[in-house]
């Protein structure tokens, strides 16, 4: 193999690492089981991680601009009893809006305290995880909630309809990622996110609005914890009010298994939807391979892990830290 030959794999491998785990991932768990493949299989693994891939589009946002969002999980629990619970005593039509409108107050008070009062932000998203669960209790009473007439009422297109075959959700996710991407690299808020995220003080001395920046992406981040908790209703018709209890933590594993850094100003919307997938067919893969449940957990992380390092070496063009 030439070095000209040696020198594009390389480049390759440090550009798409994750998009190569991906697919080795995939031959991997096709030849295990052929039925991984099956086209309602591909289709029902995509479908299943849309409501966690829209999330994790929105903190891809939060994690580039240098922050975490913890509360994403409480917040789409909050978003999904509050639209069931008002589209029995507002509609459809009206719960909906309202629903978006009060998880966006969310997402803006959060984009406050770490936007514009500088609080750290595992400590501000961490505390409000634990009070948006708690609100979420007092709205439901601590009761599920469910629709009354599941069966006179065209809310469940959201979660249960299909355009032309392809389910609702998978072109939730599809338009949500296309646009996000868009913003995240064509536009001047985006390069303002990767700015900030990058080096915030840098930013701040070339006339980036850093606060107002921070502020933005708790906001995309609530706007898509709100769709998600809307395909979530939608798709069952009813909820128990601890529905997102744990998914902050399958989010920034997506997000980070994606190629986004924690240390922020690195990452992009494409490999957060390959984190997002890997996941979904990960468990997917190991569910038809025939393995227990509580060994899913175990094997899941260790693959992550692989994949996660795999990608860091590709870049560094060593497998082991050059001060190891």
């Not at 309602?40 to 939060?62: E, H, K, W, Y």
């Not at 795999?310 to 560094?316: E, I, T, W, Y």
Request: glycine share 12%; with cysteine; net charge positive.
């Amino acid at each position: 193999m030439t070095a000209l030959t040696k020198a594009g794999i390389g480049g390759l491998l440090a550009r798409q690492g994750i998009l190569v785990a991906f697919v080795v991932f995939m031959i991997v768990f096709a030849i295990a089981n052929p039925r991984f493949i099956d086209i309602d299989n591909v289709s029902g693994v995509i479908r299943s991680s849309a409501i966690l891939g829209v999330m994790a589009l929105g903190v891809t946002f939060v994690v580039i601009g240098g922050n975490l969002d913890l509360s994403v999980g409480s917040m789409m629990s909050f978003s999904t009893i509050v639209v069931l619970d008002l589209h029995d005593t507002l509609g459809p039509t009206l719960a909906i809006p309202a629903m978006f409108a009060l998880t966006l107050c969310l997402g803006a008070f959060i984009g406050f305290l770490v936007g514009y009062l500088r609080l750290n932000s595992l400590i501000v998203t961490l505390g409000m995880l634990s009070a948006i669960h708690g609100l979420t209790l007092m709205w439901s009473g601590g009761q599920n909630m469910d629709i009354a007439d599941k069966w006179g009422t065209w809310f469940g297109f959201f979660g249960r309809g299909s355009i032309a075959g392809v389910p609702v959700p998978i072109l939730m996710f599809a338009l949500a990622a296309v646009v996000l991407s868009l913003v995240l690299s064509k536009t001047p808020f985006g390069r303002k996110v990767y700015a900030v995220g990058g080096n915030g003080t840098a930013a701040t001395f070339s006339g980036v609005p850093r606060a107002r920046v921070v502020f933005m992406t708790y906001i995309i981040s609530a706007a898509c914890v709100a769709t998600a908790g809307l395909m979530q209703a939608s798709r069952s018709l009813g909820s128990q009010n601890t529905v997102g209890q744990g998914m902050e933590l399958e989010v920034l594993a997506a997000v980070i298994l994606g190629g986004a850094s924690l240390l922020g100003g690195s990452g992009t919307i494409f490999k957060t939807v390959i984190g997002v997938l890997i996941l979904g067919f990960i468990q997917n893969g190991l569910l038809l391979i025939g393995l227990e449940f509580y060994v899913q957990y175990v094997v899941t992380w260790v693959i992550i892990i692989l994949a996660v390092w795999l990608d860091v070496a590709a870049k560094r063009s060593r497998l082991w830290s050059p001060i190891a």
